[in-house]
């Protein structure tokens, strides 16, 4: 597990701007020159593709409505990301590219049923040689890979407490990482001055932070976290 602690992070790949999009091979080819690990994100589509996408609809990256669970793979593919040449890959396309060269952290993006889309994943993932965690906002995710594919490392990511209204987030935080048995933490910088840092410690959980986009916020993640994830700064 050492390259949780060792690789800094790049978020959703060294994406710049509407130049590189994020979660583009451009942006995952970027980070790899600099020797950097990748978080990306990954959805289900209509026809069951895994593809390397955050938003559930393509607005912000493509001007268009469609929600990506909606849509057949052959049909995201069509469209551009940006004004740029770059498409939405799938995540087989991915780790072809990356093929083991720097680790992968993987957010799934599910929010329905679990079950389908965390057994094709772990397919894929079976076959793959490099280093790589997954990890996720739903708990019931990371359960799953604890009961299915143990090998696999996993995180549980917290945050958004108050957007969630999560009451009582310290019982929240301590009953996901039990039943998760998460090997490390993925927590928002806002939580940073919480006692979630100080149960991470205890427990002896490596916690990574997210997303670090300044100085200020990287200079204060370094006093308290083991990683960060990463957009537009030099680390």
Known sequence: MNWITKKPIAHRGLHKNSEIPENSLASFKEAISKNYAIELDIRITKDKNIVVFHDKNLFRLCSNKKNISNENYSILSNFNLYETKENIPLLSDVLSLVNGQVPLLIEIKNDGIVGEFEELLAKELDNYSGDFAVCSFNHKVIVWFKNNRAK????????????????????????????????????????LDTIIPFFCKL?????????????????????????????????
């Open 203 to 235: 427990l002896r959980k490596p916690l990574v932070v997210w997303t670090i986009n300044s100085q200020k916020k990287f200079l204060k993640a370094k006093l308290k976290a083991d990683n960060i994830i990463f957009e537009n700064i030099k680390v």
């Open 152 to 191: 696999f490392l996993r995180a549980i990511i917290f945050g958004d407490i108050k957007e969630l209204k999560i009451r009582f987030y310290k019982l929240v935080f301590l009953y996901r990482l039990y039943i998760t048995k998460a090997n490390f933490v993925s927590l928002d910088y806002e939580l």
